[in-house]
């Protein structure tokens, strides 16, 4: 019997009359508040204008709630297309289910939306930011607390979560310590923060134009790798290995691939604005 663990939180979700609060949604909102704070101070102290972020982040921020959801839809569709299931439930954002990849790169599509508006070099928005998302995926993975989900495998360590009866694992119903997975990415990911911003500050002039962003993609998706090795909620898998697993080791690729190929900024080109687009939003087109 284990005496000491973590204990699961006794409810995760609030009314306030009709109305649900959510401490899923709460975490992922703090933690896009987070990001927005900390990209503005390193976007203001690179010479540009903290009141940029916050118009991008309104572009990225659905953008990436959309991709993390298309991308758990897509890469798991038997949870809600098939015999006996609800397929509406695919909307149901709230009950979890967002999938970093997918979250980043839909976001990607639209912080590029939004640094064209406001003439923003994308790669350097990237670098900015890097630090900040990371930040706001530790923040987020709280909410996987509070639904009792994504856990890992059974675990007797002191720091062992107990999950209620109600959402352990169909063939194990008697466990009740398991891994707490969201607490491990939470923690690696404070981690990759930390190691950003230590890149930035002493080797700031050879990682710029995207090249720190290619650092974050390193090292998170080193850190999913062995955090998805404990998990064992439902995912696809091909020869053996969960498909999550494969797309870390693509994005691990691709950024290494960066790191090597670009070009290694000049230490006299950290304008964070292109040429005579310095921070002006993009101009209304006039009629004719």
């Not at 101070?41 to 309104?58: C, M, P, Y």
């Not at 607490?183 to 500050?201: F, I, N, Q, T």
């Amino acid at each position: 019997m284990n005496l000491a663990y973590l204990p699961s939180p006794s409810q995760g979700v609030w009314h306030i009359g009709p109305v649900p609060v959510r401490a899923y949604a709460l975490c992922i909102l703090a933690g896009v508040f987070t990001a927005v704070w900390l990209t503005g101070r390193r976007w203001e102290a690179r010479g540009g204008r903290r009141e940029d972020i916050a118009d991008v982040a309104i572009w990225a921020v659905p953008f990436g709630i959309a991709g993390g959801r298309l991308y758990h839809v897509i890469t798991d569709p038997e949870l809600y297309f098939t015999a006996g299931r609800q397929p509406i439930r695919a909307l149901y954002i709230w009950d979890g289910g967002l999938g970093i990849p997918g979250a980043v790169a839909l976001g990607a599509v639209g912080a590029w939306l939004g640094c064209r508006r406001r003439g923003i070099k994308l790669a350097d928005f990237a670098d900015a930011v890097a630090p900040g998302l990371v930040l706001a995926q530790a923040i987020g993975r709280w909410g996987n607390y509070f639904n009792q989900e994504l856990y890992g495998r059974p675990s007797h360590l002191p720091w062992a979560l107990r999950i209620d009866p109600a959402h352990r694992p169909a063939d194990m119903p008697t466990v009740g310590l398991y891994h707490p997975t969201f607490l491990y990415e939470s923690l690696w990911d404070l981690g990759v923060m930390a190691l950003l911003l230590w890149l930035d500050h002493r080797h700031h002039p050879r990682l710029r134009r995207g090249r720190l962003f290619a650092c974050y993609v390193l090292a998170y998706t080193a850190g999913r790798a062995w955090i998805e090795a404990l998990r064992i909620d439902h995912a696809n898998r091909f020869l053996g290995l969960r498909l999550n697993d494969y797309v870390s080791l693509l994005l691990f690729s691709a950024a290494l691939l960066c790191l090597i190929t670009t070009r290694r900024p000049r230490p006299d080109d950290d304008a964070p604005y292109p040429p005579g687009r310095e921070g002006a939003a993009e101009p209304a087109p006039t009629s004719n």
